[in-house]
């Protein structure tokens, strides 16, 4: 299975789940769509209802990637701050960049609307608190800088209406929330309706493009002919280098805090903090889950998710006195660009006919909501005034400090070739548990499972060559270098790697 759906369990995973069968015949199609979460379902979405035939693809289920795992707010408001933004792409950069979002949220009221979608999609106030250490000025600049992004609406405030004295804040109407699984479900339905087709479990190995009509190969060795491909697999397997030294992948963890119905206002929260906090309502039956993120690290670099769980717990019942237990805890996966914006368009490396969606920054429910809005106009061959800005082949000067820094990281991490293994024995091992063991000059990946069983495949990310790390939380090997995440037994689940750990070689 090559979902997200990892060791913990994400509030939006008891909706049940649309089931589709494996591809097990060659086909040939308008659009091969790559990916079922929200942008390759909006974007098949769209183009079946513009008359093409589509055809998606997916090696997990419907929803099991990051879409399964987010917190769903919907905000034109942009986390990185439109000061920065404005710093990097300029007031018309700024401008635009707000405005995709903003119609991405009206995108998706408008599908509920017209497609009658009980999703729970509601608009709300969003707001922006300081962090702990943050200076009133920040707020100040950021709210001059809405305004050159073209919102005129938003408020300074005493404080947020949060059940603690938040310090003041900036006030964003016109945000939204909804439930991302019930949505997405209900668009593969309107995709199947529309004449698309949709396969699950069903693992994309190779896309080609060059110099013919694309090809898609299935690890079953069966083929889409398409006349284009739009790649959605959140980190693109279409394109190996550029697009990933230009992003870093993150961790970043939420829980879900039963409260009572209404005890704490609708609106969607964060701070200025680094990582910063996000923090939403979802109302259930009798009650209310409070949903609190963050304490992201970069992937593969920490294993402590515990301590981080526990973090937010005593951060959320030191200020909402009204939590009672924690129902949920989960951790995905965002993927921040180094300046900022996601990549949506062409393949960078030039291929025919090949489109990618990434960089969600974690704002992917606007990104690809978004993503399917530009991906299907430029495969219908209709002008978008956006194509420039996400242009994934896009270099942005000013952001070459970040980006530098980002691959000193990458870098660094090639010292793990050197470093002792963490056990000498599979007998260190407890049951469900993983750990790096040295075999001469090579490091092993040494997983024991629940019945005691040990298994072993080669630590080096078959992506471009870093080391795995174990991840306590989800149970699988996470790549510190650009985000490849593989099960216990080597199974891809998070890209750009394609191919599983190879057998460890005794
Ligand atoms: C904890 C958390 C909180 C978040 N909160 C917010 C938020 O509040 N607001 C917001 O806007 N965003 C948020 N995000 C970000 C947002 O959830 C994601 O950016 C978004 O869901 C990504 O959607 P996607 O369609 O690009 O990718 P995914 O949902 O990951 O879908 C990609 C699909 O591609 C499939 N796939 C991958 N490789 C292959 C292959 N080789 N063959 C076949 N299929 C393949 C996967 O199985 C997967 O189903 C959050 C993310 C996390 C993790
Ligand atoms: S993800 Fe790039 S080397 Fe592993």
Redesign the pocket.
């Known amino acids: 299975m090559?979902?997200?759906s990892g060791h913990t369990t994400?509030i939006w995973m008891s909706a049940p789940t649309p089931r589709f069968a494996s591809l097990n015949e060659d086909i040939a199609t308008d659009v091969c769509v790559?990916?079922?979460?929200?942008?390759?379902?909006t974007t098949a979405y769209l183009l079946a209802r513009a008359g093409q035939s589509v055809v998606v693809?997916?090696?997990?289920?419907?929803?099991?990637?990051?879409?399964?795992?987010?917190?769903?707010?919907?905000?034109f408001v942009i986390d990185d701050r439109f000061n920065w933004i404005e710093r990097l792409h300029g007031e018309e950069g700024l401008r635009l960049a707000v405005e995709s979002h903003r119609s991405a949220i009206s995108r998706i009221e408008r599908i509920v609307l017209e497609e009658k979608i009980a999703c729970d999609f509601q608009r709300l106030d969003g707001f922006l608190f300081l962090g702990e250490d943050d200076k009133e000025d920040l707020l100040d600049k950021e709210l001059v800088a809405a305004e050159l992004g073209g919102i005129s609406d938003a408020l300074r405030m005493e404080k947020a209406p949060l059940p603690f004295d938040t310090g003041p804040c900036l006030r964003f109407p016109g945000q939204a929330q909804f439930h991302?699984l019930k949505y997405i479900n209900a668009l593969t339905r309107c995709i199947v309706r529309d004449g698309g087709k949709i396969y699950t479990g069903?693992?994309?190995?190779e896309i080609k493009g060059k110099p013919r009509r694309p090809m898609i190969t299935?690890s079953d060795k069966h083929t889409v002919r398409a006349n284009a491909v739009a790649v959605?697999?959140?980190?693109p397997?279409s394109d190996y280098v550029i697009t990933h030294l230009k992003q870093s992948a993150y961790r970043?963890?939420?829980i879900g805090v039963r409260v009572p119905t209404k005890s704490v206002p609708a609106g969607l929260y964060w701070n200025t903090a680094q990582p910063y906090k996000?923090i939403?309502i979802q109302p259930m039956d009798d009650h209310d889950v409070l949903l609190v993120?963050g304490e992201d690290h970069k992937t593969g670099q920490a294993d402590d998710a515990d301590a981080r769980f526990a973090r937010l717990e005593s951060w959320t019942r030191a200020r909402f006195p009204m939590s009672r237990d924690v129902a949920f805890r989960?951790?995905?996966?965002?993927?921040e660009p180094a300046d900022g914006l996601a990549f949506i368009g062409r393949n960078p490396d030039g291929a025919q006919n090949i489109y990618l969606?990434?960089g969600?920054s974690?704002?992917?429910?606007?990104?690809?909501t978004f993503?399917g809005m530009l991906l299907s106009d430029l495969i219908l061959g209709i002008q978008n005034p956006f194509e420039t800005l996400y242009d994934p082949k896009r270099v942005s000067p000013r952001a070459a400090i970040e980006l530098a820094k980002e691959n000193l990281n990458v870098a660094a991490q090639f010292r793990d070739y050197l470093t002792p293994g963490e056990i000498s024995s599979s007998d260190e091992l407890a049951p469900g548990s993983g750990a790096l063991m040295r075999r001469g000059l090579k490091k092993i990946a040494v997983y024991r499972d629940e019945k005691g069983k040990v298994h072993e495949r080669s630590a080096v990310c078959t992506h471009l060559g870093c080391i795995v790390d174990w991840n306590t939380a989800e149970r699988t090997w996470d790549c510190p270098c650009h985000g490849s995440r593989f099960d216990p037994f080597g199974k891809?689940i998070?890209?750009p790697a394609?191919a599983p750990l190879p057998p460890a070689v005794a």
């Open positions: 090559h979902s997200d994400s790559v990916g079922a979460g929200i942008a390759g379902l693809l997916d090696d997990g289920q419907v929803g099991g990637g990051e879409t399964g795992r987010t917190t769903a707010h919907l905000s991302p069903t693992h994309v190995s299935t959605a697999t959140n980190s397997i970043t963890f939420v996000y939403r993120g989960w951790s995905g996966q965002v993927l969606a990434t969600d974690g704002q992917g429910m606007t990104h690809g993503a891809v998070n890209g394609i």
